[in-house]
């Protein structure tokens, strides 16, 4: 392909755009689709100031084309060619559109998302910051598309596990069937990969009170969901980086632990830093779970962690004194626990 200038570059691109490729090289034309046609031309450039002028003229088709219904095909397409060029002029530009609302009665393809959605995940490729944080709370604060809430909690993930747990509730809220709960988890795994599950163990420590007084359909659909598809009981047992990652397993699984269990979170304690021994001693405290044995074998695992001892007739264990406490309560009721005695 000859090299173009900035006009040249903005007069192709608007006949890519239109869905006419006959200047377009035929390799470049398998897949219709104008955002994919205009983003192999980008590719295809291997001179720095080629993909310059490629990324200008961008800008200014996307500039120069007012969102109204007609044109929602083309701002479509140019909208995804920016999120993957991200020129660095276009990038006032977008949050412009998104900030005027223009783009919210525009949809594409017909009876899809509106376009402002697709604007909201483009403005947020280039970064999160405190203005665009802003406008996200503001606007999951009115009556938005439930799928603009998942967009914003996955771009409030890239800032901190604190902004999404601002905006989960709300989220939770509008998932008001099956569907969205599983679409919200969805959005979730990620977040959780990323930003770690101390966050959500936060939240979801801020709700437990509520829960136990009031029942709420959405929150408790979502716990669910969370508990079948991403805290199965078997992750446990499973070697984990985030140790909070067993601790919602567990506490989410709280009716039906065992023994082995509860042993594994009394390891779990012995192992890692003050504040997670003091939430594994937390979770251990919500654990109705009573053993019929009070010589139950899984105790023989329980981990040397300081200064109290545990002897049954497998032999002594070493506790600190609260999960000593913890654990007794979880593993015998008052009649079994008088098979076991503590010695300093």
């Known amino acids: 392909m000859e090299p173009l200038n900035h006009d040249q570059w903005v007069d192709l691109l608007d006949e890519v755009m239109k869905g006419d490729y006959r200047r377009v090289e ?3 034309v398998r897949d219709a689709e104008p955002a994919r046609v205009a983003i192999g031309l980008y590719a295809a450039l291997s001179d720095p100031s080629a993909r310059n002028l490629f990324a200008d003229a961008i800008v ?3 500039e120069s084309t007012p969102p109204r219904p007609i044109n929602a095909s083309k701002i479509f397409n140019l909208l995804h060619v920016i999120a993957y060029v991200l020129p660095s002029k276009a990038k006032r530009l977008v949050r412009r559109r998104l900030f005027d609302n223009s783009l919210s009665n525009l949809q594409y393809p017909e009876n899809s998302t509106p376009l402002s959605l697709l604007c909201l995940s483009v403005a947020g490729n280039y970064d999160v910051d405190d203005e665009l944080t802003d406008y996200i709370h503001a606007k999951n604060r009115s009556a938005v598309d439930f ?11 890239t800032r901190s596990g604190k902004d999404v747990f601002e905006l989960l509730d709300e989220t939770i809220a509008a998932a008001k069937d099956s569907r969205k709960a599983r679409q919200l988890v969805t959005e979730m795994r990620p977040i959780l990969i990323q930003r770690g599950c101390h966050f959500l163990f936060e939240w979801f420590l801020s709700k437990e009170d509520r829960l136990a007084e009031h029942k709420n359909d959405e929150i408790q659909l979502f716990l669910d969901t969370l508990k079948t598809s991403v805290f199965k009981k078997s992750r446990l047992y499973q070697p984990e980086s985030d140790p909070y990652v067993t601790l919602l397993t567990a506490f989410l699984h709280k009716s039906l ?8 979170l009394a390891e779990l304690a012995a192992g890692h830093t003050s504040q997670v021994g003091r939430d594994t001693k937390f979770v251990l405290s919500r654990i109705s ?4 044995d009070p010589y139950d074998p899984a105790i023989r695992r329980m981990a040397s962690i300081s200064q109290a001892l545990v002897t049954t007739k497998y032999g002594r264990f070493l506790l600190d004194p609260e999960t000593n406490t913890a654990v007794l309560a979880i593993l015998h009721d008052a009649q079994h626990a ?4 503590i010695a300093a």
């Open 26 to 28: 035929p390799t470049l």
């Open 289 to 292: 779970y009573h053993v019929n």
């Open 257 to 264: 632990v065992t023994a082995e269990d509860v042993v594994r």
């Open 147 to 157: 799928e603009f809430r998942l967009v914003s909690l996955r771009l409030l993930a």
């Open 338 to 341: 008088r098979a076991l005695s």
């Open 60 to 62: 200014a088709q996307f």
